[in-house]
């Protein structure tokens, strides 16, 4: 790496993480960008907008807001930089934008950067592919802290896929979620997912098989964001370097 880290959205909860943990592995931080009046560490040059901080980057870690990501993949796709996004709550047209921006540049795009999530996620699959959706009623539930802006989450979202890539389904077709009122009968096959909402929980997330006849759950708690921001950093150093494409944090951690 020669210019170093770029953070986009240095001032928020996990943007400040990502700048510490950049620091504990040693590596530069060539500069962040975040809104006007955030508050932002100090000792970060702040960069005027994300074509300055793509072209001062070899790779730009990104924590911000979805309504970012498609403005945010152009630019960063025109610099030629390396893109680690752990942003969530991305619209159909933005998972286009990111995707077309993969085309001309590496991207680690994931939902949940802990290694503990992603080994869940391989688990899923497995457990989906044995455990028919005829019998098996699948159900996620994730809590999250009271700032949370998006849901379900973007992990709880990822736990879906991995059931229905387990099942040869399409998550869109199987999903039922926000049960309110006369619902009628869970559908044969469906994905259920609740959300949570209260407190500081960094972030709990369920998986439930039900049968008539036995119940089982994955569960994984995160007890601290440094898990996301270590992995992030770890996706950083990863995928610099790397030919453009699409990339998972699976290929990072060699689960692929
Ligand atoms: P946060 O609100 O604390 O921080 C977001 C930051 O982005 C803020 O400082 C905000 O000012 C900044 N921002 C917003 N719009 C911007 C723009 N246009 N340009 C520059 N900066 C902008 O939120 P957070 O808890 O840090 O989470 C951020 C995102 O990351 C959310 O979507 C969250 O769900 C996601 N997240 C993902 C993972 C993962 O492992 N993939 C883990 C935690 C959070």
Redesign the pocket.
């Known amino acids: 790496m020669n210019k170093g880290i770029g953070v986009?959205?240095?001032?928020?909860?996990?943007?400040l993480l990502v700048a510490d943990e950049a620091r504990v592995a040693g590596l530069k931080l060539a500069g962040g960008?975040?809104?006007p009046g955030?508050a932002v560490p100090g000792d970060v040059a702040l960069l005027a907008d994300?074509a300055a901080l793509a072209a001062a980057s070899d790779v730009v870690v990104e924590?911000?807001?979805?309504?970012?990501v498609q403005a945010h993949a152009a630019a960063i796709a025109a610099a030629g930089c390396a893109w680690v996004l752990?942003?969530?709550?991305l619209s159909p047209e933005d998972e286009a934008a990111v995707a077309e921006a993969a085309k001309r540049v590496a991207v680690v795009h994931?939902?949940?950067?802990?290694p503990g999530v992603n080994l869940v996620l391989a688990l899923a699959e497995k457990m989906a592919a044995a455990l028919p959706g005829d019998t098996y009623d699948a159900e996620i539930v994730e809590m999250h802290h009271r700032?949370?802006?998006?849901a379900p989450?973007?992990t709880a979202v990822g736990m879906g896929r991995a059931v229905a890539k387990g099942r040869g389904v399409n998550l869109a077709d199987v999903t039922e979620s926000g049960r309110d009122g006369h619902t009628g009968a869970r559908k044969t096959g469906a994905i259920g997912f609740a959300a949570l909402r209260g407190g500081q929980v960094v972030?709990e997330h369920t998986l439930l098989f039900a049968a008539a006849t036995e119940h089982i759950a994955l569960t994984h708690r995160a007890f601290d964001?440094r898990a996301?921001a270590s992995?992030?950093i770890r996706a950083a150093i990863w995928v610099t370097g790397r030919p453009p494409g699409l990339y998972s944090m699976m290929d990072v951690l060699g689960m692929s």
């Open positions: 986009a959205g240095i001032g928020g909860r996990m943007g960008i975040d809104r955030a994300i924590f911000t807001h979805a309504s970012t752990g942003t969530t709550g994931a939902p949940n950067f802990s700032q949370k802006v998006d989450s973007g972030g964001r996301f992995g992030a």
